[in-house]
């Protein structure tokens, strides 16, 4: 068990290595691109960006892209299912670590050149609000962070294995149920409450409650996996 777990995650590894480095690439140097155009024009150009935004976009796409890219792939070259389940949870827990790690990274690295080149008031690079990162301290936002990351990937692997058991009609109908959150009063105003217990700075927060989401998505995702052909819905 443990070798097939291994030799999932090698595999997983070397399906997402390229992709993750073609990514951190682009927006690296999209960034260093407009920071130098701000330094060169002195200033006349500025700009602001929470770099969370495009990495939990990326995460998201990436997610819901995965499951169709491995799974059959995986099981075909002899693996379990209950073992490739695990694989994707320690998977997905190093992966958004790793997001979240160099996430961090950039932002410090962005720190150092703007403070370098004096560029403080006119370009902003961070993962949060600067205000909301002095109030809960860098560690608290990271943890925070990465839980969101975490939380974002699980999820659209989730809704891309619903699309792939089910196919346009399972998506349908999961688009359906969480409209209804938005639309419906009293459903909102429930889907509020719960979300109060994992925003950071509301009175019900608690570290222990951000488990909870992503936990409950890998469930959801293991129960659909378990019975899942190898041929998806949207491939018949």
Do not use: C
């Amino acid at each position: 068990m443990l070798n097939n777990i291994k030799a999932n995650l090698y595999f997983l590894y070397k399906e997402s290595v390229s992709t993750i480095i073609i990514f951190w690439s682009i927006f690296l140097a999209s960034l260093l691109m407009f920071f130098t155009i701000a330094v060169v024009l002195d200033g006349n150009v500025a700009f602001y960006l929470s770099t969370t935004i495009p990495v939990g976009i990326f995460t998201i796409i990436f997610g819901a892209m995965y499951v169709k890219e491995t799974f059959p792939f995986a099981i075909k070259l002899g693996t379990t299912r209950a073992n490739f389940i695990i694989s994707v949870i320690i998977y997905s827990l190093i992966f958004t670590f790793v997001m979240a790690i160099l996430n961090l990274l950039l932002v410090n690295l962005f720190d150092f050149l703007i403070e370098r080149f004096s560029m403080g008031e006119e370009v902003v690079v961070t993962q949060f609000d600067p205000s909301f990162i002095e109030q809960f301290g860098i560690w608290q936002t990271f943890v925070f962070g990465y839980f969101i990351l975490l939380t974002l990937f699980v999820t659209s692997l989730l809704f891309s294995m619903i699309l792939y058991r089910f196919g346009y009609i399972g998506g349908g109908i999961t688009a359906v149920v969480l409209l209804a959150f938005i639309f419906i009063n009293q459903l909102r105003e429930f889907a509020q409450e719960l979300l109060s217990y994992v925003a950071l700075g509301h009175e019900n927060f608690a570290n222990m409650y951000l488990i909870i989401p992503p936990l409950v998505a890998f469930i959801l995702f293991a129960i659909l996996i378990l019975r899942a052909s190898v041929i998806g819905k949207l491939v018949k």
